[in-house]
């Protein structure tokens, strides 16, 4: 008999609420497997730390995109979490639902188990809201969603601008209204520190007998009895270890790690399995195939008032603000990344928001992204939310520690890129509105000189960056060439299934932590039917 029902691998947001709801019930025998090290290190509670946790590689997968046109030949850096929590423990933490027709669309290409009406309640199941329960949001569930507690001049003007263009205003930002809007963002932070996908469900349940985690464990494939899965091999200070399973393999690797996990497996394209001398076990050509992402701008100005937070950031001030957090005070150490979320649309044609701003009161170094001007500046990350670019993803090596090569290929498309101009302009227009007008002095980034819709998209390639948001890449669907079933199970074998951003066939509206939880939610739910 093997040793557990259920192994997971992958202990980011879908790994971590699969395995609270998987081990819930005690004759279920569940282990959870980390490639990276326990979230011990402290910059990754503080909120703040974000920069340096994401440029150490001890706790980042170091994703890099092939050089292309749509990155101005230039590889670009997409990081993914390598440690418990995933990347839930190095994310911007913000708590962003998605729209209801998301879901709506998910479940018209798979089925009706992925609806709003099965999210919506998941969001309620898992949520302890800070406003207090409502139809779709939940106040006694495993996770902390609160308001940032910070506001000053610059934010309220920051708000007060949208407003003036006519945004409208929510106490919640992620009510299901698809209202154009801008206000303070919820966010995955709880007295002061990071709420990860492993504080809030995966440490509660590490407290039943039933549940096993196994960290500093690289997946190097799925091992296989016939067509059935039979358990993982993993890579422990540099052994390879297999453990077994008579019941399910779980993948939650991320849109950028379970493409990979498969074909190692022997399940993908066969051309490129057979380069690379790994035996087929299932041909299905979608794996890797069908990567989307969120192609963002930063669009930064220098203000005119010395009142944005850049000199919180250094000298003696950041050492200040640091003792304070680890003091337990509150200050701007326990804020996430990005306080302020407006939802816009480009053209008044559409039928819902299609893009995301976020709206930060500090300004980049643009030479190095770690650091902070020297002088007072803010800046805007913007987006559209629902691009028709795909890209992928895909081995190059049989090695379980070498990243995927990746194509971005962003704006591949006619729609995404007169989208990606038109919101560009949108944000200048705001920027360009009292009472934040008259705080700005220039644009610093990318600039007066980028005006022409060609000048725009050069500016994306040139200064643009992932959102870290990838979907897609192990694609849902009721369709025979979909990666996976609506019960997210492999397609061709049996005791498989993936549940993470990569089987999502199409991109949520917005930041994809808050999506991954409720979808695995919801795909504990089948699991557990099925069973």
Not at 415 to 420: G, Y
Not at 458 to 475: E, L, N, P
């Amino acid at each position: 008999m093997a040793d557990y029902d259920y192994i997971i691998a992958g202990s980011g947001a879908a790994g971590c609420v699969l395995a609270y709801r998987l081990s819930a019930n005690p004759a279920n025998r569940v282990l959870v497997l980390e490639a990276g090290p326990r979230d011990t290190h402290p910059l990754i509670h503080m909120p703040k730390g974000i920069a340096k946790v994401m440029a150490d590689p001890k706790h980042i997968w170091a994703h890099e995109s092939r050089p292309e046109a749509s990155t101005a030949n230039k590889a670009e850096y997409w990081a993914r979490g390598k440690v418990l929590g995933g990347s839930t423990s190095i994310n911007g933490m913000m708590y962003v639902r998605g729209m209801p027709a998301d879901f709506d669309g998910i479940a018209e290409l798979s089925s009706d188990d992925w609806g709003w009406e099965h999210i919506g309640k998941a969001y309620a199941a898992l949520e302890n809201h800070e406003l207090g329960a409502a139809e779709t949001r939940g106040a006694s569930g495993p996770i902390h969603i609160t308001l940032p507690t910070h506001t000053d001049a610059l934010s309220e003007a920051q708000v007060a601008a949208g407003h003036a263009l006519g945004w409208g205003a929510k106490r919640d930002m992620n009510e299901p209204d698809d209202a154009v809007s801008i206000g303070y963002a919820p966010r995955t932070v709880y007295k002061g520190k990071r709420e990860s996908a492993a504080k809030a469900f995966l440490k509660p349940a590490m407290a039943r007998p039933n549940l096993t985690v196994l960290t500093d464990a690289v997946v190097d494939k799925v091992l296989f009895d016939g067509q059935r899965a039979a358990g993982v091999r993993v890579v422990v200070a540099g052994t390879a270890r297999d453990i077994l399973t008579d019941g399910e393999v779980i993948l939650c690797g991320g849109a950028l790690a379970s493409p990979a996990i498969l074909e190692r497996s022997g399940i993908g394209d066969p051309a490129l399995l057979e380069r690379l001398g790994i035996p087929l076990v299932h041909a299905s050509p979608q794996v890797g195939e069908n990567l989307i992402e969120h192609r963002a701008i930063l669009i930064q100005s220098r203000l005119r008032q010395d009142i944005s937070h850049n000199k919180q950031y250094g000298g003696w001030r950041v050492i200040k603000n640091a003792l304070k957090y680890f003091l337990g005070m509150d200050g701007l150490m326990s804020a996430a990344s990005y306080e302020i979320v407006g939802w816009l649309k480009t053209d008044e044609g559409q039928n819902r928001p299609n893009a995301q701003i976020l709206v930060a009161p500090f300004s980049f170094n643009m030479d190095d992204r770690t650091q902070v001007e020297k002088v007072p500046g803010m800046h805007v990350t913007a987006y559209t939310l629902r691009p028709s670019s795909r890209g992928s993803i895909h081995i190059d090596t049989t090695d379980p520690h070498a990243a995927a090569g990746l194509s971005a290929n962003h704006h591949a498309t006619a729609k995404d890129r007169a989208e990606m101009v038109a919101l560009v302009r949108a944000v200048r227009r705001y920027l360009a509105t009292e009472p934040l007008a008259s705080l700005i002095a220039e644009e610093t980034s990318p600039g007066a000189a980028y005006q022409s819709d060609a000048e725009i998209l050069a500016a994306y390639d040139q200064f643009g960056m992932c959102g870290y948001h990838a979907v897609g890449s192990c694609r849902m669907g009721k369709d025979d060439a979909s990666v996976v079933d609506p019960a997210l199970r492999v397609r061709g074998v049996q005791g498989l299934r993936v549940m993470d951003t990569a089987i999502m066939p199409v991109i949520p509206s917005g930041n994809t932590n808050g999506p991954t939880m409720a979808m695995a939610w919801r795909a504990a739910d089948i699991i557990l039917r099925d069973r």
